[in-house]
């Protein structure tokens, strides 16, 4: 280091003031810290340190190995690995836990010594330390540590509702802090609880009736393993607004629900779009003798997205196969539903060991039967398996699903996928549904079930509609696999 300074970086090339000398360089303090941030193997040791200065042979090496004192160690470990001001990540790190984690008496409440040993095992120990700086983490966890708070779902659910508090709960269950719930269905409750205190009391009741027994109720019966999507959560939201409206509307127009007639009712629906969320509800009304009986709305049809012919499937796989600008998990999700009928939220949620053997003999479980990946996406799924085995996950053990999410223990979304796959333009049931046509012209409905994971009566229902003659289907298959292999 030199006291003297000039004013340009050698390093990033601004004009500010370079105060230190690193290499042969002047560089800024930027420039500075950023080499302390980045500590990476030394070339000599093997050590993981600060690569600052040059051996006898001229290699760029640590301090050690270039024979000078070494200045850049954390102040309380000596390490120079996660540097953070004069400390390492890793004891800073600690340091925060200690007054996190801690009573007055400076013992860590043993429901959250886990949280502790799942912390410290973070790929980055600033990142886990900056975490906990943050709000409401730190003052929610001091509460808990001081008996302040029990170690329970119900304390996190009195905080306001953020993406930080789901990770927060999502961490705190990783850690083996909480039990597993369904964090998408735990907070669709809580937020649709709050959206009926917000309500007149009278019609409170009744939407939170509705809510409870017709809605929760059949979502709560989901297994643990398969938990709500984004979507679900959207489409039940939407469904108690909507039926807030239309209670709403009945206040505005004097009407009673208990005694609703016929003309009402088709007034109201004269001026709106049916949705399939009111008529779900007046259903359950008459069902439960809220309303009076009347002639229902049909239940809106599903538009189905046009049809998607094969010139036209095997188009967006050959995009896929080569799209680098893609993130990999999506191409190969959108792979499995383009030449496999996967659907994108099944894909989503497959485990590491779906996956098994290597190379030419690489297999994916979807049903039953393990099946036999082509090349072209063998070697993508090799690829993926590769730098996700690579990747050391943000904290804890590497996750047990084959593409996992940003939090912590999930897999991707299914809506992070469509959002990556949109760009390319194909509808994606229709693509589905397309392609499971093909699969019963060419193979048994019963085989179509064993290898995609269909029940056998949606494979012969499509079998039906493709009006499949699979007598020949070897011929078929083997074109078929012909063609793929041609999109490598």
């Known amino acids: 280091m030199n006291n003297g300074w000039k004013r340009r970086c050698d390093s990033c090339e601004r004009d500010v003031e370079a105060r230190y000398e690193i290499l042969g360089q002047r560089i800024c303090n930027a420039c500075y810290s950023r080499l302390r941030r980045n500590a990476a193997t030394c070339p000599g040791c093997g050590v993981t340190k600060v690569l600052a200065f040059r051996s006898d042979s001229g290699q760029v090496v640590c301090a050690t190995?270039?024979?000078?004192?070494?200045?850049?160690?954390?102040?309380?470990?000596?390490?120079?690995?996660?540097?953070?001001?004069?400390?390492?990540?890793?004891?800073?790190?600690?340091?925060?836990?200690?007054?996190?984690?801690?009573?007055?008496?400076?013992?860590?409440?043993?429901?959250?010594?886990?949280?502790?040993?799942?912390?410290?095992?973070?790929?980055?120990?600033?990142?886990?330390?900056?975490?906990?700086?943050?709000?409401?983490?730190?003052?929610?966890?001091?509460?808990?540590?001081?008996?302040?708070?029990?170690?329970?779902?119900?304390?996190?659910?009195?905080?306001?509702?953020?993406?930080?508090?789901?990770?927060?709960r999502r961490t705190l269950i990783a850690a083996g802090c909480l039990p597993e719930i369904d964090v998408r269905l735990h907070d669709l409750a809580l937020r649709t609880e709050s959206f009926i205190q917000t309500l007149p009391a009278d019609h409170a009741v009744i939407v939170a009736r509705y809510f409870s027994w017709e809605t929760l109720r059949k979502l709560r019966r989901r297994p643990l393993d398969r938990p709500v999507s984004v979507g679900v959560v959207n489409t039940r939201t939407t469904e108690v607004r909507k039926i807030a409206a239309f209670l709403a509307w009945l206040d505005e127009n004097d009407v009673e629900l208990e005694t609703l007639q016929q003309v009402a009712l088709d007034r109201y629906l004269a001026h709106r779009d049916p949705h399939r969320a009111l008529a779900r509800f007046l259903r359950w009304a008459v069902h439960h003798r809220v309303m009076p009986r009347v002639r229902l709305p049909p239940t809106p049809r599903v538009e189905r997205g046009p049809a998607t012919n094969a010139d036209a499937?095997?188009?967006?796989?050959?995009?896929?196969?080569?799209?680098?600008?893609?993130?990999?998990?999506?191409?190969?999700?959108?792979?499995?539903?383009?030449?496999?009928?996967?659907?994108?939220?099944?894909?989503?949620?497959?485990?590491?060991?779906?996956?098994?053997?290597?190379?030419?003999?690489?297999?994916?479980?979807?049903?039953?039967?393990?099946?036999?990946?082509?090349?072209?996406?063998?070697?993508?799924?090799?690829?993926?398996?590769?730098?996700?085995?690579?990747?050391?996950?943000?904290?804890?053990?590497?996750?047990?699903?084959?593409?996992?999410?940003?939090?912590?223990?999930?897999?991707?979304?299914?809506?992070?996928?469509?959002?990556?796959?949109?760009?390319?333009?194909?509808?994606?049931?229709?693509?589905k549904r397309a392609r499971l046509h093909q699969l019963t012209q060419v193979l048994p409905a019963s085989i179509v079930a064993d290898i995609t994971g269909y029940a056998v009566q949606t494979a012969v229902r499509h079998a039906a509609k493709s009006g499949a003659a699979w007598g020949a289907y070897p011929e078929l298959r083997e074109s078929e696999t012909s063609e793929l292999d041609g999109h490598k």
């Open 65 to 168: 190995c270039a024979g000078v004192p070494a200045r850049f160690g954390c102040t309380r470990c000596s390490s120079e690995e996660f540097l953070a001001g004069s400390h390492c990540g890793r004891c800073r790190l600690e340091e925060r836990l200690n007054e996190v984690l801690t009573d007055d008496q400076g013992r860590i409440h043993p429901q959250l010594a886990p949280l502790r040993a799942h912390l410290l095992s973070t790929r980055d120990p600033r990142s886990a330390e900056r975490w906990l700086r943050r709000e409401p983490t730190g003052a929610t966890l001091r509460a808990m540590a001081g008996g302040l708070k029990p170690v329970r779902h119900e304390t996190l659910d009195e905080l306001p509702p953020s993406t930080r508090l789901r990770y927060f």
């Open 313 to 431: 499937l095997w188009d967006h796989v050959d995009v896929l196969l080569h799209d680098e600008t893609t993130p990999l998990p999506s191409r190969i999700i959108g792979l499995f539903l383009l030449v496999f009928a996967q659907p994108i939220s099944d894909s989503a949620r497959l485990r590491r060991d779906a996956v098994q053997g290597y190379g030419e003999e690489l297999t994916v479980r979807f049903g039953t039967t393990p099946v036999k990946m082509p090349p072209p996406i063998a070697s993508l799924l090799q690829q993926h398996l590769a730098e996700a085995g690579n990747r050391r996950p943000y904290v804890g053990q590497p996750s047990a699903w084959l593409f996992p999410g940003t939090m912590p223990q999930q897999h991707v979304t299914e809506d992070a996928v469509r959002g990556h796959l949109a760009k390319h333009g194909f509808h994606a049931r229709a693509a």
